[in-house]
C-alpha cells in the first residue's frame, strides 16, 4: 500500500485539520453512495478510508510512524544479512494496511433490495395451488409455487432472487403479490365457496341428486323434496384450505322455470290453484 500521506495529497508531517479536510474532499469525491458509483471508485474510497485512519490523530500518525520505522528497520536488517527466505515485497505498508483494507470492505457489506413483482393466477388455481412461471430483472424466468387457498393481494417470497448484495452480503428476496382473478360460478368468503345453483321445477317438488361444481370437481348433491328458491345446503369440507382445515361450499338453490311455453305446466298451475289456500306473502305489508 501506498504512504497515506501521499494517498490523501498531503506532506509528511501534515496536521489534524489538513489531514481531516483532504479526507473530506477526496470522500465526498468518492463516496460509493454517489451516483453511477464504479467498482474502481469504491476501491480508492476504501484506499483514502484506510488512509485517513492512520493519519486522523496524534496518537494514530504515531502509531504509524513508529511501524513504519519498525518496517524499515526490519528492512535493513533482511538485506545486511542476505537472507533469502521470505517473499520478495517492497511495499513496506502492506503488511500494516492488510487488516484496514479488509475491515474497510465489511464496513461496505450490505444486503440486497428486495424486488416486487405481480402475478396473475385463476380462481381455481388459487383454490387448489399451482405452479407459475414469472419474469424477474434481466428476463429471468423462476418457478412460482403459488400455496393453495391463497387470497388476492398476498405476497410469495422467492428467498435470494431479488437484488445483488454488496461486498459478499445475500441477495435481496422477491416478492410477487398474487392477484386471484374472479370466477363466474365462485364466491370466496374467508374459506368458504358460495355458488348459486340453478334447479328445475320437478327437482325443487320431488327431490333430486344432482352434480354440483366444486373447486376440487363435480360432486353429488341431494336436493330435499319441497325446497325453495333461497334453499342454502352445505357441503361439508369443499371450500378452501386454510390453516385450520379447509373450510366449506354453500349451495343456495334458485327454482328456474323453462322459457318455453308449457301447456301441461300450465293445466297443472291452474288445477293446482283452484282451492289452494297457501299463501307465499303472508305476513308481508297489506296482506
Known amino acids: 500500500?501506498?504512504?497515506?500521506?501521499?494517498?490523501?495529497?498531503?506532506?509528511?508531517?501534515?496536521?489534524?485539520?489538513?489531514?481531516?479536510?483532504?479526507?473530506?474532499?477526496?470522500?465526498?469525491?468518492?463516496?460509493?453512495d454517489a451516483q453511477n458509483s464504479s467498482a474502481a471508485q469504491h476501491a480508492r474510497f476504501q484506499?483514502?478510508?484506510?488512509?485517513?485512519?492512520?493519519?486522523?490523530?496524534?496518537?494514530?500518525?504515531?502509531?504509524?510512524?513508529?511501524?513504519?520505522?519498525?518496517?524499515?528497520?526490519r528492512k535493513r536488517e533482511f538485506h545486511a544479512a542476505s537472507e533469502p527466505a521470505g517473499p520478495q515485497n517492497d511495499d513496506l505498508f502492506s503488511e500494516l494496511f492488510e487488516?484496514?483494507?479488509?475491515?474497510?470492505?465489511?464496513?461496505?457489506?450490505?444486503?440486497?433490495?428486495?424486488?416486487?413483482?405481480r402475478l396473475s393466477v385463476t380462481f381455481l388455481d388459487a383454490a387448489n395451488g399451482a405452479t407459475k412461471r414469472v419474469r424477474l430483472d434481466g428476463g429471468r424466468m423462476v418457478d412460482v409455487a403459488v400455496p393453495p387457498g391463497i387470497e388476492s393481494g398476498k405476497q410469495v417470497r422467492l428467498k435470494g432472487q431479488g437484488g445483488e448484495g454488496q461486498g459478499g452480503a445475500d441477495a435481496g428476496d422477491a416478492l410477487i403479490t398474487v392477484e386471484v382473478e374472479p370466477h363466474p360460478l365462485f364466491e370466496r368468503r374467508g374459506d368458504?365457496?358460495?355458488?348459486?345453483?340453478?334447479?328445475?321445477?320437478?327437482?325443487?317438488?320431488?327431490?333430486?341428486?344432482?352434480?354440483?361444481p366444486t373447486v376440487s370437481g363435480l360432486v353429488t348433491l341431494a336436493v330435499p323434496a319441497g325446497s325453495n328458491t333461497g334453499?342454502?345446503?352445505?357441503?361439508?369440507g369443499k371450500g378452501l384450505k386454510g390453516p385450520e382445515g379447509a373450510g366449506d361450499?354453500?349451495?343456495?338453490?334458485?327454482?328456474?322455470?323453462?322459457?318455453?311455453?308449457?301447456?301441461?305446466?300450465?293445466?297443472?298451475?291452474?288445477?293446482?290453484?283452484?282451492?289452494?289456500?297457501?299463501?307465499?306473502?303472508k305476513g308481508f305489508s297489506g296482506f
Do not use: C, W
Open 99 to 117: 487488516g484496514i483494507r479488509s475491515a474497510g470492505k465489511r464496513v461496505f457489506r450490505a444486503r440486497g433490495d428486495d424486488r416486487s413483482y
Open 249 to 281: 361450499q354453500y349451495v343456495t338453490l334458485s327454482l328456474v322455470l323453462p322459457e318455453a311455453a308449457d301447456a301441461a305446466l300450465k293445466d297443472f298451475a291452474a288445477s293446482r290453484a283452484e282451492g289452494l289456500k297457501h299463501n307465499p306473502r
Open 1 to 32: 500500500m501506498r504512504d497515506p500521506y501521499e494517498i490523501l495529497g498531503l506532506h509528511p508531517g501534515a496536521g489534524n485539520a489538513e489531514v481531516k479536510a483532504a479526507y473530506r474532499k477526496l470522500a465526498k469525491q468518492l463516496h460509493p
Open 231 to 236: 334453499t342454502r345446503l352445505r357441503l361439508r
Open 192 to 212: 368458504d365457496i358460495h355458488l348459486t345453483l340453478p334447479v328445475t321445477l320437478s327437482e325443487a317438488v320431488l327431490g333430486a341428486k344432482v352434480d354440483v
Open 47 to 73: 484506499e483514502v478510508t484506510a488512509a485517513y485512519n492512520q493519519l486522523k490523530d496524534e496518537a494514530s500518525r504515531r502509531r504509524f510512524e513508529a511501524e513504519r520505522r519498525a518496517a524499515a528497520a
